[in-house]
């Protein structure tokens, strides 16, 4: 049969079935068989002969045909799980069946009331007709019959696994297969690496993405704040009944840890060979990352290592999420930790070589799946610190970062980026990773500079904050606390870092701009103790900084100055309305970029970009633990009184009952974007929502903790003034030496606690992960497109 011939039968068979008033008995295999019959369709084939006007017509008008054509195609599937697929027809069938599922699903989904159809039982159909099972097992719903078939069909010799068989007579029974050996690749908890086989690859690629889009059922639930919906097609095919779970997380994982872009090596290989290993990453990665979910959307708190012994027996009930808890060798952490470091890095090595290797595009799907095990495994959290390894996970984020800023479409790729770094920098270790020297030159699109890892991200978190689109703004709370977090352990900031970091002090800390905003006097407070923990910490090594403060010393008087009386803020925000956003303005030190580089871009008109809930407010992302002698932290009660008495933004945010930043007081109201840029310009509108008073000013004027920087200025100026004067200088160089071995101990006040916001998981984040990570998913499946023009309620798509 040719192929057009065998396509013209097929979309023959699509034609009867939407112009079929009368059902089809579901008994009738000669009409039924046309649709998987055929030996040459393609994925691509089956989305272009079946389109979505049609499958919706058959739900409307003939709903029996479509229920028929759902139940005959899961009946094909579970008799091939059952056989093992011994014959190409057979496979072919599979093949077919497992692509008209994925194309119809997301139509029986959009539909409310078609969607319990998957989990009710078919009456009078036994698991694929056959006879010999008890009643009950009988009875499975769809749904279930569906998952555990697309499970066998992954370990299915011959087909998706590569056979163990002796000789040419035995065979391998279905039932009694051991999935446990035949785990895709070498890697955690498995040693031998089977062959690569691309048709292997093909055919697993097609199952899973019948999976992921049994999976997303999630994307046509509206967000709600209410986690506790669970996902019936993870819970299910992530519970015991599932006998292949732990083999195939393994696979996954394995398999996407693995995998090495560059073609074993040899440059420009890509070219040469299609990587059919790719799409297989791709589709495995996704699996992972939603199928890796809290129970019930419980934040994962995990137990103190104490307690470690009782958790490993009980663990969550979603095996995926329990075996990732508790990987626990060394070898196993370093492998998986080498292969994201690794395959986060290819798109930066395509930079300064190009062509050579094939450039990956899923590292947004590598991020997440590096918070879940961040998240879900806190020992492998320790681990990634142990070593300057973070390091390697630091450097792509921080590129990412910079080179998404003035996309709009990558906002979500921003806030990943910025929360893993929240993560690592409420651990102690992570702030002392950063003193080790950067060496390596990625080309980013940022000023030239010699220094460490803690300077790239001060130069980095500086460009965001000032060169940035406006929505990144909810970001800059959680872009400061990460300098906060890390600054008691930085031991030489470069002075390229100290200029940036003044300069944001100086853009933040202008009258108008603390004026214009009820929680933008935060950043400021965030600033001074970063200051404050450098000055009283590390004093030593930091004569840049302290240079830097005295050059900028009027920012800090003025600041201590600053007028509250009525006349004096509405002066202020008059000004605002003439002068042009100030943040934005370049620093005087604004020096030329790294070359090679390519500056960041906007995103492409007609870019498509799915939306996002709004994050919770910092108090509500993070807990405030407190460093204690030994080093070890502990957490502080909000209403501990000594605690408020150093820089507490967050009883200092109390003073404003109305939180600018739309329904983030109220944890349980989420804003799609467009509801919030409504609300923001509404805001912006009545001025009667919220201003500035001179109370307001005052409540939080006075806990501005400036004295230790004042102390400093009060000790040190005059004594670099007598310098300069006594020795005519004008050379930085001499001020830099006095600077490094002076000292001022026992001339500042008493060293405060050091306070560190450790991220904290909640279910406004939780929606927020959920949200974004089946957003990622949406638009980067788009050959087929398997969801487009569907109605998705989890977010909205939007077109640049």
């Excluded at 059952?82 to 599922?101: A, D, F, M, W, Y």
């Excluded at 893993?420 to 409420?426: A, K, M, V």
Aim: one cysteine or more; glycine letters at 4%.
């Amino acid at each position: 049969m040719g192929s057009t011939d065998s396509k013209l039968n097929f979309r023959k068979a699509v034609i009867q079935l939407t112009t079929k008033t009368q059902p089809v008995e579901a008994t009738d295999d000669a009409f039924w068989d046309q649709f998987w019959a055929d030996t040459t369709t393609t994925v691509q084939d089956v989305f272009a002969l079946v389109p979505a006007a049609e499958i919706r017509a058959v739900r409307e008008e003939s709903p029996s045909n479509l229920a028929t054509l759902c139940y005959k195609a899961v009946e094909k599937l579970v008799q091939g799980a059952e056989s093992g697929c011994p014959t190409e027809r057979e496979k072919q069938v599979i093949l077919n069946c497992t692509r008209i599922l994925s194309r119809i699903l997301p139509y029986i989904f959009e539909d409310q009331d078609w969607r319990g159809f998957f989990w009710s039982t078919v009456p009078g159909a036994g698991r694929a007709g056959t006879d010999e099972l008890d009643d009950d097992d009988g009875a499975r719903p769809l749904a279930e019959s569906l998952l555990l078939a697309i499970a066998d069909l992954l370990f299915c010799p011959d087909f998706t696994v590569h056979s163990h068989r002796r000789g040419p007579d035995s065979v391998e029974n279905m039932q009694s297969i051991d999935s446990c050996e035949y785990i895709w690749e070498a890697g955690v908890g498995f040693a031998q690496s089977p062959p690569l086989n691309y048709i292997h690859d093909l055919n697993r690629t097609e199952l899973l993405r019948l999976l992921l889009t049994c999976f997303s059922e999630a994307m046509y639930l509206p967000s709600s704040s209410d986690n506790n919906v669970l996902n019936p097609w993870v819970t299910f095919f992530c519970s015991t009944e599932n006998r292949h779970a732990l083999p195939l997380f393994t696979s996954l994982l394995n398999v996407v840890c693995a995998y090495d872009p560059v073609g074993y090596g040899i440059p420009y290989n890509h070219l040469l060979f299609s990587d059919y290993r790719e799409q297989l990453v791709e589709q495995a990665l996704q699996i992972l990352i939603v199928t890796l979910e809290h129970d019930g959307g419980v934040p994962h708190r995990t137990p103190s290592p104490s307690s470690m012994e009782e958790q490993e027996s009980a663990g969550p009930e979603n095996l995926f999420v329990n075996y990732l808890s508790r990987i626990h060798r060394e070898e196993d952490y370093d492998f998986v930790l080498k292969g994201l470091a690794r395959l986060l890095t290819n798109p930066l090595t395509q930079t300064y070589l190009p062509n050579s290797t094939k450039k990956i595009q899923f590292h947004q799907e590598l991020l997440v799946l590096f918070w879940k095990l961040c998240d879900f495994n806190k020992k492998f959290l320790f681990f990634v610190l142990k070593s300057s390894d973070v390091l390697d996970i630091l450097v792509p984020i921080l590129f990412y970062l910079n080179d998404a800023r003035a996309d709009q479409s990558r906002v979500g790729l921003m806030h990943i980026g910025v929360f893993i770094l929240l993560l690592l920098s409420g651990e102690r270790n992570f702030g002392v990773r950063l003193n080790k020297p950067y060496s390596v030159h990625v080309p980013m699109d940022i000023p030239v500079f010699t220094g460490t890892h803690a300077d790239l991200l001060i130069v980095v978190f500086h460009k965001i904050i000032t060169t940035g689109h406006q929505r990144l703004q909810p970001l800059f709370d959680c872009l400061l606390t990460i300098v906060v977090n890390v600054s008691p352990y930085l031991k030489s900031l470069s002075m390229v870092a100290a200029n940036k970091l003044l300069h944001l002090l100086e853009a933040f800390s202008t009258s108008w701009f603390l004026f214009s905003v009820a929680q933008n006097h935060h950043l400021v407070f965030f600033l001074l103790e970063a200051f404050n923990n450098i000055i009283q910490y590390q004093f030593d090594g930091n004569c840049n900084l302290v240079y830097a403060i005295i050059r900028k010393r009027n920012v800090f008087h003025q600041l201590a100055n600053l007028p509250s009386d009525p006349a004096s803020i509405q002066k202020a925000l008059q000004r605002k309305r003439k002068s042009p956003d100030v943040i934005s303005r370049t620093s005087s030190q604004e020096t030329v970029s790294m070359e090679g580089s390519h500056p960041a871009v906007p995103a492409e008109p007609g870019t498509l970009k799915t939306s996002l809930v709004a994050i919770p407010g910092i108090d509500k992302l993070t807990e405030k633990s407190q460093v204690s002698e030994d080093g070890t932290m502990v957490s502080v009660s909000k209403g501990d009184p000594t605690h408020t008495a150093h820089s507490d933004q967050t009883a200092v945010a109390g003073t404003s009952d109305t939180e600018s930043n739309s329904g983030r007081e109220n944890e349980d109201v989420f804003y799609t974007e467009s509801e919030m840029e409504r609300r923001r310009l509404s805001n912006a509108s009545s001025t009667s929502f919220w201003s500035p008073t001179q109370e307001w000013v005052h409540s939080w004027k006075c806990k501005l903790p400036l004295q230790t920087i004042m102390r400093l200025l009060q000790v040190l100026v005059p004594q670099v003034e007598k310098i300069c004067i006594d020795k005519g200088l004008t050379d930085e160089s001499e001020i830099l030496k006095f600077l490094q071995h002076g000292t001022l101990v026992g001339l500042l006040p008493v060293p405060h606690p050091i306070l560190i916001r450790k991220y904290q998981a909640n279910a406004g984040t939780a929606m927020w992960f959920r949200t974004y990570m089946w957003g990622v998913v949406y638009l980067r499946n788009v050959d087929p497109p398997i969801w487009y023009d569907t109605d998705v309620r989890l977010f909205e798509i939007q077109r640049m």
